[in-house]
C-alpha cells in the first residue's frame, strides 16, 4: 500500500461519469455539483443537495478544465454561472470537511495528535491513517512509518491539523480503524487531488514501512 494511493479493499460502490474526462468511476472519487435556482452552479461535497447531480472527478487540472471550456453548461443542458473562485472555494471546502472530520474522530476518542502518541499508537492500535502536516519537517515526518493496510496523507498545513485537535498547530496525526476512518481517507483523497503540491507529490515518492 503505497502513500496515498487507491485502498484496495474498498467496495466501488455507486459510479458516476466525469462530465471532462468522459470516464465511469465510483463516486467517492468525483465531486457533486448542481445548479441552483438561480442557475449558478454550486458545489454539492456532502451530496446532499436537491436535483440532477453534475460530476467532475476531484482534481485541480479537471475542475479547471470544466470551468474554462464552460462543460457545466453543456452537462446541465442550460446557461449556467459559474463562480470565478469555483476551484478555490471547493478547495477550502474540502479542508474544512475533512478537519471537522478529524475533530469528530478525536472528540470520540478515535484520533490523536503528537508524535509520542501517534508513535505509540503504530506500534500498539490499528491505525488505519496517519496524517502529517504538509508544511512539516521531512526529517520529522520520516521517523513514523505507515502500517500495511492504512492510509497515509499529507494534505493538511500544521494550522489546519491544530484546528482539526484543538491546538494551535500539529504536525503528527493518527486515526484508529472504524469509525469516521473511511470519510476520512475519502475526504483527505480528494483534497489530494485539489492539493497536488503539497500531499500529492509527497505522498507519492515518501513512503516509508516500518
Known sequence: MSRGGQ?????????????????VQPKYGLI?????PDGQIAPDLAEKLPGRGIWVSADRAAL???VKKNLFARAARQPVTVPPDLVDLIEAGLARRLTDLIALSR????AVA????VKDWLATRQVKVLLQASDGSERGKSK???????????????????????RQ???HGAL?????APRVVEGAAKLQGLRKADGGATAGKDERNA
Open 7 to 23: 485502498d484496495k479493499d474498498r467496495a466501488d460502490g455507486p459510479e458516476r461519469r466525469c462530465i471532462v474526462t468522459g470516464e
Open 107 to 110: 472528540k470520540a476518542g478515535e
Open 169 to 171: 498547530s500539529v504536525i
Open 64 to 66: 479547471e478544465q470544466a
Open 114 to 117: 503528537g508524535f509520542e502518541k
Open 176 to 180: 484508529a480503524a472504524g469509525g469516521l
Open 144 to 166: 513514523l512509518w505507515t502500517p500495511t493496510g492504512a492510509r497515509y496523507f499529507s494534505v493538511l498545513t500544521a494550522r489546519e491539523l491544530g484546528l482539526a485537535f484543538g
Open 32 to 36: 457533486r455539483f448542481v445548479v441552483g
